[in-house]
Nanobody, 123 residues
């Protein structure tokens, strides 16, 4: 059974930085393409970033490109999302996701989901 556990959410002021981490259990993180989605109150869940297995090619939503960085730490068996220059509109619950095969931008393509971690950016 594969489980994903996020950590690192919290409250930060606009312009600040925050890092999220996602640990996998059951399989090593290198076996998956990993990603992050987010969902703000009253809004649909949206793609944030992803990193493909084997190639480590990364993908970002236009809204976070240049501000967020996704990376994989195989020795620690985690995938991380470093968020900088945060804006109030980044406020959401952030979900770690995993799938076998190449990374995708659609939530329906991901087989495994974490429980989510809250990120709140105050203005």
């Amino acid at each position: 059974q594969v489980q994903l556990v996020e950590s690192g959410g919290g409250l930060v002021q606009a312009g600040g930085s925050l890092s999220l981490s996602c640990a996998t259990s059951g399989r090593t993180v290198s076996a998956f393409s990993m990603g992050w989605f987010r969902q703000a109150p009253g809004k649909e869940r949206e793609f944030v970033a992803a990193i493909s297995s084997a190639t480590d090619v990364t993908y970002y939503a236009d809204s976070v490109k240049g501000r967020f960085t996704i990376s994989r730490d195989n020795p620690k068996n985690t995938v991380n999302l470093q968020m900088a220059s945060l804006k109030p509109e980044d406020t959401a619950v952030y979900y770690c996701v995993a799938r076998y095969g190449l990374a995708r931008r659609s939530s329906v393509d991901y087989d495994y989901w974490g429980q989510g971690t809250q990120v709140t950016v105050s203005s």
